[in-house]
């Protein structure tokens, strides 16, 4: 067995086997997932590796043309056989035709296996590309072409107004807002620029949705959220209902030279918050978290809780919510909280939940993080 | 599938083949059928004619049975023996000279990247992006990223297939990372990768 252990990222991209596993083809499907399990500190080196695998891969230009079927190689071969003399007399073998071809769906151990970190890495990626191309280019280019059937709605009213792009996203656009936007997207993105507050409900297309705002570029592909950047305001803020949203600047920060972050993945009751003066993304919770996932039978009932653990209450909060809680586990496991919880705000909640039991909480880079010295 | 034949039971299949084995040789272009049929569907996208062509090559091959050399690695060979193959047809065809064409020949590579099973939106985002930086690249640099990937040719064979000599292939790889490293680290990586094993 090869140095597996010490290979880096490019170790593993020159790997022969390695992409075959990656690319659908690989004799020995389960040996790359159970060494994964055995070295996880390889995972990232490893997702890296695939990530550039995958993007290599030769695409079909057509399909349709271009696939082959098992049959088809076997009457190919039949005939090769047929045309050749010896051929004639040469009974068809097993070896030669007898292969089944396997499960063509393939299951990818690595990736349920670690979905978050390859986002975390994505995202680094990401930030990383953004200094090398940055997003202004695509935005500026866009812009020039798509200027002459660049769209303009405003909102002068004091209600709410409600349009619908030509991709069937829906944009909601508060009062004194105005939104641009080109009559028809281009193929490679959809950009649209905001003035003011909207929110926006995208329609899940694979090229993204771009809202550019000042400095502050907000990037998704399906999802729910608000951004709001008033010219008058000191902050651009980005909250996020549901999916997953990338904010980030429009011009990395090239002068500092270092690779501080400059873009922000959210997720959702996530917020970003952008200060024009310090040119500073951060990132918080939105003003009133809700809750996203609900079974059905709990709706609107009180939740009751008889002698709890803390750690388990706040568990069920950080699932209902999607708002990672950090808490130090053994310390609070002891503080059994006995209430009914009913309509009350994730503030609320944490607020009455700290409160018995002495500790507090704060938010801090869009999560939760509750201290408290315990309970006897 | 399958999977990719193994460059050793390869070779027994070519030792078998030019023992006079006709199994061994429709064996070995069933397994290769896939990756030949892609080659050549780079060269000149028409299935049939690419269909004609592979079975031409194994007509020829098994007429040659008894002089034919062993050789280093069955699928590069094939590889090469491939693409003269579609070259020369292609001369009649377009009445053109053969020569002319293995300069200009058209090497069609798309990049697309495999977004099965991905379902974060950003992965995606960043693969479409690597992929178009990607396929922004002049047709030899693609060719050979294609083969080196596609195809998991080693430096040698590369320049084997791509009919030109090692130096070129390195100069060319240069150019690749020159035009690359400006644009994006990830894919400087990728080609890094590939020249690290040669």
Redesign the interface.
Known sequence: MKDYEHYT???F??D?SF??W??????EETFWPKFLQKHPDKKEAMQ??E????????????PV??D?SEKE??Q??E???A??E??ME?EV?E???G?K??S?A?L?PI?SYA?AA??LF??G??W??SD??PITKEIVASKATASNSLVETSNPTSEPLRLRLGDESEVVLSPNSRLSYPAQFADSARIVYLTGEASFSVERQ?R?FLVVTGEMVT?????KFVVRAFDADRKYSVQVIS??V?VSRTEPNRASGSREVNGL?LTANQAAIFEKDLHQLSKTLVANPLVIQEKLADTGKDIQYDETPLPTILKALQHSYGIPIQFDEPNLQNCRITATLTNESLYEKLDILCKTVSASYEIVDGQIVVSGRGCR | ????L?TEEAQRFWREYRAGD??AL??L??RF??DL??WG??LH?E?EFV?DC??EI??SL?KVQETIAPVDNVRSYLLVVLKSRILRELSKKENKLYESLTEEYAV????????????????????????QV?NQLPPRQKEL??LR??Q?LSFEQIAEVMQLGRQSVYNLLQKSLGSLR??????V??L???Q??F
């Open positions: 990222a490019e170790d991209i020159r022969e992409r075959d990656v690319q659908g083809r690989s004799r890296q590796a990530l550039v695998v995958r993007a290599a891969s030769p695409s079909r230009a057509r043309e271009e082959l190689i076997r190919e071969v005939t090769f056989l045309k050749t010896s051929g040469q073998k070896p030669v035709f292969k071809s396997e063509k393939r990818w990736f979905a390859i986002l994505i995202s990626l990401a990383y590309l090398d191309l694979e993204p990037k998704v592909l399906g999802t999916g997953k990338a993945i | 599938m399958s999977g990719r193994p006709i199994n429709a064996t272009m069933e059928y896939p049929f892609n569907m780079r996208n299935r269909k592979i079975q194994f007509l098994w069609s590579v798309e990049f697309s990247a495999d977004l099965r099973l991905i379902e974060e939106e950003h992965e995606v985002y960043q693969l479409r992006k690597l992929e990607m990223i294609y990937f596609h998991n400006r644009h994006w680290v990830a894919v990586l990728l890094v990768g590939g690290g094993i």
